[in-house]
């Protein structure tokens, strides 16, 4: 089993759609949770940071995380078509230089 | 935040032969990461690569064929030795940065493709 999964999709919505990204994990030391898009050819950019549950909110995008099921989201508002792209969950034992677990990451095209 | 520069941002290589790409950094960083992120596939952590002392490398992965350099605190760089079609990959450098050192950047990767 790995440590962390990751639905690949691809996941395909019409363009102002909510879109929820999800995923799951078995190491319950994990304490930072993120969220990266990687457009083609680019390397991963840092969309949203949490440590520990609860909620973060960053205009158009909510990561949620809910430790005691080992779950966690990414809602994306009012989908646009810039939006495609590929979204990766990363996660990290502890603050400090640790590497990150990263999921197999979802494929997701907005369309007009 | 931190803004990171690789390269090459691509090459084609022959079979047999060594790549070296190179990470630079805005800022200065403790320690630099190097994954790779095969075809279809999600991000892999090689090598964390301090400064002043011996790279510590994941399992799997090794320094006879992923040899990393950390002169200073702003700039790594990691070879791809005696390549093989296998090694087809793209590479990607990181860095942590915020106060826990758990935020973690990238460069726009190398994309290698071993022919």
């Known amino acids: 089993q790995k440590e962390v999964e990751q639905d690949p999709g691809p996941l395909s919505v019409p363009e102002g759609a909510i879109v929820s990204l999800n995923c799951t994990y078995s190491n319950s030391a994990f304490q930072y949770f993120m969220w990266y898009r990687q457009y083609s050819r680019k390397g991963p950019e840092l969309l949203m940071y949490?440590?520990?549950?609860g909620n973060k909110e960053d205009g158009r995008f909510t990561a949620q995380v809910d430790k005691s099921s080992k779950y966690i989201s990414l809602f994306i508002r009012d989908s646009q078509p810039s939006d495609s792209a590929t979204y990766l969950c990363a996660m990290s034992p502890l603050g400090g230089y640790n590497k990150l677990i990263f999921g197999a990451g979802t494929r997701l095209a907005v369309h007009p | 935040s931190a803004v990171i520069s690789q390269k090459p941002s691509r090459d084609i290589c022959q079979r047999g032969t060594s790549l070296t790409i190179q990470c630079q950094v805005d800022s200065q960083v403790t320690m630099m990461f190097w994954y790779r992120q095969q075809p279809g596939q999600s991000l892999t952590l090689i090598a964390t690569a301090n400064q002043g002392s011996e790279a510590t490398y994941e399992s799997g992965f090794v320094i006879d064929k992923f040899p990393i350099s950390r002169p200073n605190l702003t700039f790594s760089t990691l070879t791809v030795s005696n390549m093989s079609p296998e090694d087809s990959s793209i590479y990607l450098c990181?860095?942590?940065?915020?106060?826990?050192?758990?935020?973690?950047?990238f460069g726009q990767g190398t994309r290698l493709t071993v022919v």
């Open positions: 990181s860095v942590g940065v915020g106060l826990d050192g758990t935020e973690a950047f």
């Open positions: 949490t440590y520990s549950s």
